[in-house]
């Protein structure tokens, strides 16, 4: 059983590229309108230099980000976002870690349904959640944490407004 916790994050990160591959072939957007609008919100801003958001309030960072992939078609945005996915599985077994959670919901989280049908679409969750997971590992890890925290909330933030709610998490590890 140690040997699972201890390489838990090797093993989620293969079945998650086992059961990615499928959709990266396809050049799947995504199942979600969402997923379509920020797809095409990316391709004015990539074809025409035009922003104009996907839906309100907008989600300029995520959309200017995934413009910058869009020469390489939908595969190369669902490529990045899988990537933001194993590096939200090292952050989370980083965070899992410190508080010695059980590898039980470490992999029911990040082989959830909704987890994975977010990540495999280009969508902004779980890029949004990478940096927000990332700005809360640095706050209870590092001293001094309070810019590069504040930087990570903000790109956060400007991925998905929601994302925002992670500041307060992130004040209340700092003070």
Known sequence: ????????????SFIQAILFIPFFRQ???GADWDSYGSYASSYLIYSEGIYYPSRPPGF???????SSFIGFGARGA??????????LNFITHKLFDDNNENDFIYFALLLSPILLISSFSIMDYVVGLFFSLSAIYLAQNYRRSEIPFL??????????????????????ILY
Request: aromatic share 22%.
């Open 78 to 87: 669902l490529l990045v976002i899988f990537l933001f996915l194993i590096g």
């Open 60 to 66: 300029p960072f995520f959309e200017y980000f995934v």
């Open 151 to 172: 930087m990570l909330i903000l790109l956060a933030s400007a991925t998905r407004l929601s994302n925002s709610i992670f500041f307060i998490a992130g004040l209340y």
């Open 27 to 29: 050049g799947y957007i």
């Open 1 to 12: 059983m140690k040997i699972i916790s201890r390489y838990r994050q090797y093993i989620v």
